[in-house]
């Protein structure tokens, strides 16, 4: 990491002093390392410290690692689900034709893939050790802004509980992370993002997976952002920190991006 990036995003930290200087923020992050190390009384311990562990590593044999074990394609009571489980949930409940009709992030065929989860059991079922194990789909419809869930017996291969709300939005996706950067990176208002990128690395910013990204979901608040960005809460929002790896964190924490209407806008 360079020890002087240029803010192109706007706030620069430096002591107790913040300076807001254009756009969004290049944050530098010190990290865990070997500071100290060789410093009495640092994390390293100094010469008697690492003595004793050289003596301890001679006196271990090495180390073992197991095979996991393979998985089976179906689970047992409360075990986790499995990988064909959670395929073949998928699959089930993205097999109805209203859900085929439904839009994922992208713009693509089918709703949004979020989360498969292993459903509770009925409680009539609790002491059961063949109680039927169901799993729950999680869906984010964008053609329709619904947050949808299904219950799938998985032993028969039946929906047998099918929910829709509006206004909740649970947690982001990396694919949906993934496509909040993509529109981000080509709307103007990614300019700053795109020169802090460079002056970081030399290079240009050109596609998401160049960036590791996290995402908070964002809602309006009445007189807190653009009027591009009002109908968050009721659209899928999402705010991103994006970070170069093993490089500096870009707070784009002034950038909303609706993947809903597919708009960014700029709080304050």
């Not at 893939?113 to 509770?120: G, T």
């Amino acid at each position: 990491m360079r020890s002087t990036v240029r803010r192109h995003l706007g706030k620069v930290v430096a002591g107790a002093a913040i300076a807001v200087t254009g756009t969004a923020v290049m944050v530098g992050i010190t990290l865990p390392g070997s500071a100290g190390a060789e410093e009495p009384g640092g994390r390293g311990g100094g010469l008697a410290a690492r003595q004793a562990a050289r003596q301890q590593d001679q006196s271990v044999g090495p180390g073992v690692v197991e095979q996991a074990p393979a998985e089976g394609a179906t689970g047992k009571g409360d075990d986790p689900l499995t990988d064909d489980e959670v395929r073949r949930a998928e699959r089930i409940a993205l097999s109805g034709p209203q859900l085929a009709a439904g839009q994922n992030v992208e713009g693509g065929k089918g709703p949004q893939r979020l989360a498969v989860d292993l459903a509770e059991p009925d409680a009539d079922e609790l002491d059961d050790p063949n109680a039927p194990r169901r799993a729950e789909v999680t869906l984010y419809d964008y053609k329709s802004d619904a947050l949808v869930t299904k219950t799938v017996e998985l032993r028969s291969g039946k929906v047998e509980g099918t929910g829709a709300q509006h206004g909740v939005q649970p947690p982001l996706t990396r694919e949906e992370n993934a496509e909040a950067a993509r529109l981000l990176i080509a709307d103007p208002l990614g300019a700053g993002l795109k020169a802090d990128y460079k002056d970081a690395t030399g290079k240009e910013l050109t596609s998401p997976g160049q960036l590791m990204l996290t995402g908070i979901v964002y809602r309006a608040v009445p007189g807190a952002q653009p009027p591009v960005l009002d109908q968050c809460g009721t659209h899928r929002c999402v705010r991103l920190l994006p970070k170069i790896p093993n490089g500096a964190w870009i707070d784009g924490r002034s950038f909303v991006i609706d993947l809903s209407a597919r708009k960014v806008g700029r709080l304050g």
